[in-house]
């Protein structure tokens, strides 16, 4: 298809390994650098998964929706622990970001 102005993306790391799942992520880097113009959807339920070009996120919990809004204040320990039902750890590093669910003791 050429020239599309959306491209969705549900889950399209499911079942990559760590190469595949980076090797994947590096290619919507280079197609949203390339083509600003293109919106671009990604469905994930890892927050490892976000590209670092994300400008905005759309957080869903119960079939609702529970933030919306620019990713870097909108994304945080608490939303992700009201979405996941459990204390969340997370962390931005490099423009990536990475979260772990805090055991309780």
């Avoid at 119960?62 to 009201?82: M, Y």
């Amino acid at each position: 298809m050429p020239n599309p102005a959306l491209l969705l993306f549900d889950e399209p790391n499911a079942g990559l390994d760590l190469g595949g799942r980076e090797d994947l992520i590096d290619s919507l880097v280079d197609l949203t650098r390339g083509h600003p113009e293109l919106a671009t959807v990604l469905v994930t339920h890892h927050v490892e998964e976000i590209p670092p070009t994300a400008t905005h996120l759309l957080a869903l919990g119960a079939g609702r929706v529970v933030a919306q809004g620019p990713i870097g204040p909108t994304l945080t320990a608490d939303l992700l622990g009201e979405v996941f039902g459990r204390p969340v750890a997370l962390h931005h590093h490099h423009g990536r970001w990475s979260a772990t669910a805090v055991r309780r003791p």
